[in-house]
Structures are given as structure tokens and as C-alpha cells.
């Protein structure tokens, strides 16, 4: 999508139009990140977060992101890397688009990268970018995470944990073999994630078997 033209910040200008009074313009360069420019803009024409990406999101004609309705499914598309470089926040996808969303629908390297790694068209809303932060944030912490898929599970017997190893046996220190077996597992799940150097876990619960897949490179 196109930005407004000129040397100065897009963000600035979208700012500029809707602004009512006076306002000092920041000296941005036009080459600045959306995310560094962001709240900067916004304080400098007395923005909040929403206002501003209410007026991104009206510019553009795109929808304002609505973090609380993503679809966990949708993050499991692209890998932790890739949302963070390009900051966006996997928000939907059916078989016809991905939606994400993101402080800077100019990104052209973001909608090529996203879409060529999910194979389908990229859809952008507008959301701050420290909106967007703590959505990654509380998406990809492994304990976040891992406490989230765990939640619902009370107490459980040891002999009802059994951990398939297909590069050997895990050593396991006291402290370990002293805990909970949910605390265990929890434990060796999040070792063996950071060991492969995954950036997600993924744990899918069965009637009588579960899976624990690590997404490592993408795959």
C-alpha cells in the first residue's frame, strides 16, 4: 500500500490531516520504522495508541485489529523469527488469505515474506506496535505457553506422563525428579524446545494420546 508522499513520515502526514490546533511537526526522518515513529507521532499531536491507529487503519481503508478475537491456529503459519522481524501478529486465516496485524501496512517486505511463507495472500489491521509487542510476547513465551496448554489439567499421576525420546534419555536432575509430574513435563518439553532451538511448541491433546511438536527453521 501506498504512503502519503514526500520527505516527511507517512505517519506524520496521517497525523497532520486529522489534527486539530497547532502542533510542533516532530522531526522524523521519512525513512523511520512505523514502530519508532509511532509514539513519537502520537504524543506529538496528543494521540493516544487507538486514535492513531484508528486514523492508519481509516487512511488505508483497513480494519483496526481486534487482538482479543485472534485465532491461536493462525500463529502456528509462521515462525516466532518472522512475526518479530516484521512485527505483525498472526490475527486469522482460511484458505484464501492470512490475516495479521501490524503498525505499518507500507511494509511491502512483510506482505512478500509473510506471504510467500503461508502461501496465500496477506491481509493487514492496523494495531500500535506495542500492542502488537505484548501480543508476541504473550504468544511465544515458552511459559506463557506451555502454562496456557496446561491450565486445564489437574493433578496427574507419574505413571501417566511417559516422554518419547527419539535421540536417547534426558537426564533429569533431583530437583526435577522431586517435582510434579506436570512440572516435569513441563520441564523437559521447554529443555528440549530450547536444545532444538524451536520457537514454538506446539502440544496437541488426544482422547487417550497426546503430540508435542516443536516448529525448528519454520518446519
Known sequence: ?????????WLVRIAERASEGDHERP????????????SVVARSYDLSDDDLASLVADYFRL??????????NAAML???????KHRVFPLAEDDRNFVVATCDPTNVEAESAL????GRPLLFEVAAPGV???AL???FSPERAVETLLGGLGDVDE??????????PESISEDDVSATPVVKLTNLIIRDAITAGASDIHIEPGRRLGAVRYRVDGV
Open 27 to 38: 522531526e522524523i526522518s521519512a525513512g523511520a520504522s512505523a514502530a519508532d515513529a509511532w
Open 78 to 84: 509462521i515462525p516466532e523469527t518472522m512475526a518479530r
Open 115 to 118: 506471504g510467500f511463507s503461508t
Open 132 to 134: 502488537i509487542q505484548d
Open 1 to 9: 500500500m501506498n504512503p502519503p508522499g514526500g520527505s516527511v513520515h
Open 63 to 72: 480494519n483496526v485489529a481486534d487482538m482479543g478475537r485472534a485465532d491461536p
Open 159 to 168: 505413571d501417566a506422563v511417559k516422554l518419547v525420546e527419539e535421540l536417547g
Open 137 to 139: 510476547d504473550a504468544r
